[in-house]
């Protein structure tokens, strides 16, 4: 008895890939624009519905092809208006996606890996290990997920998700073509038509990734930089052993330098009581960034059970900004949303097996070559 046909996922696949696949079907390149628009602007995942295809063509593509989107497995609504949602992948594993909406604005914070191998003192998500990296219909499927969630509604300015960031769970470099072909997707106007500006990468430092990354897109960029100086971000951080922060912002300056606008990149600072909250952090922060343009974005740490570590004073958090402000720079403190249904910015943990030895944890970084 032969096996049966692996059928491909196009829910993750931008437009050029899906091009390629109708043409290698004999098909016409058309057909991936109509698939596209179906898929993420109607919703679609059943080729029945798709009535601008003849029915030989849909019933080729339930042979050979699915639309298979995240199965939801929680969804609920803060207090304050957050949403977040946990869906299921594989073996137990799941992730965790987060809706905040703020007046006209709705950014969607994305997952790129089942867990995360970089071990950030204080995010949750580097506590539970590392499992594996998402597909690009894994990543995309969360946008596609949350924006059924808003279904039906008519295009236009009030769209409930104007932005898009990937900062959930894992490193977004460490996955690089999955994570690059889902925000193409997120940018295709046939898909969700979200302004490159709006689109924004965060990542802790992998700076053969941010090279990479320059060469294939000019999204926005933000850095979780934490700390002030390499000794400080060695404890917080522990990737800057491999890269420090001189190579971090030569990185990061180079990237900048690539884009078409005057965009400014985002400087992720985690205010951690005691560790780098003090006035000397913030005049030192103003001098390593001095040649950077950027606004800088201080996020009150949010306590989870496996940390020690404990929320800023609000005095101390606004003396810092304080002094960040008066040396020039554009700072906000960021308003702590969902932390009652642990959704808040460190505290996205999902449940699955870690798979990761300590030894192995650099192994991708190694392998993330310019």
């Excluded at 971090?248 to 909250?277: Q, S």
């Excluded at 009150?300 to 059970?305: A, W, Y």
């Amino acid at each position: 008895m032969s096996s049966p046909v692996e059928k491909t996922n196009l829910l993750g696949l931008p437009k050029a890939r899906l091009e390629a696949f109708f043409e290698s079907l004999g098909e016409k390149r058309f057909r991936a624009t109509q698939v596209l628009q179906w898929i993420h602007q109607r919703g679609a995942d059943d080729f029945d519905l798709m009535t601008n295809m003849s029915k030989s063509l849909r019933d080729k593509l339930k042979e050979v092809a699915e639309i298979r989107g995240p199965e939801v497995i929680y969804d609920e609504t803060s207090k304050d208006g957050t949403r977040k949602w946990v869906m299921r992948m594989d073996q137990g594993n799941s992730i965790e996606t987060v809706l905040i909406p703020d007046g006209q604005r709705g950014t969607l914070c994305v997952s790129s890996q089942i867990g995360c191998s970089l071990d950030c003192t204080f995010c949750s998500t580097g506590k539970r290990g590392f499992n594996r990296n998402l597909t690009s219909a894994e990543i995309i499927g969360q946008v596609w997920v949350a924006r059924k969630a808003f279904m039906p509604f008519e295009p236009g300015p009030e769209r409930p998700i104007t932005n898009v960031v990937m900062m959930g769970m894992g490193e977004p470099l460490l996955n690089f073509d999955n994570v690059v072909d889902a925000m193409n997707l997120m940018m295709e106007d046939l898909a969700y038509g979200i302004s490159k500006r709006r689109v924004t990468l965060s990542t802790s430092g992998v700076v053969p990734g941010i090279d990479k990354l320059g060469e294939v897109t000019d999204v926005s960029l933000a850095i979780s930089l934490h700390a002030p100086n390499d000794e400080l971000r060695n404890q917080l951080v522990p990737i800057n052993k491999k890269y420090p922060i001189a190579e971090l912002l030569a990185a990061t300056k180079r990237y900048m330098a690539r884009l078409p606008d005057k965009r400014k990149v985002t400087i992720e600072y985690t205010v951690i009581e005691g560790m780098n909250d003090k006035p000397e952090h913030a005049r030192e922060l103003t001098q390593l960034l001095r040649d950077i343009p950027c606004k800088i974005n201080l996020i009150p740490f949010n306590p989870f059970p496996e940390s020690d570590f404990k929320r800023p004073k609000l005095s101390a958090t606004r003396r810092f900004q304080t002094i960040l402000n008066e040396a020039g720079y554009v700072s906000t403190i960021r308003t702590t949303r969902g932390d009652d249904i642990d959704a808040a910015c460190g505290q996205l943990v999902g449940q699955f097996e870690d798979r990761t030895r300590r030894s192995q944890r650099y192994i991708p970084v190694h392998q993330m070559t310019p």
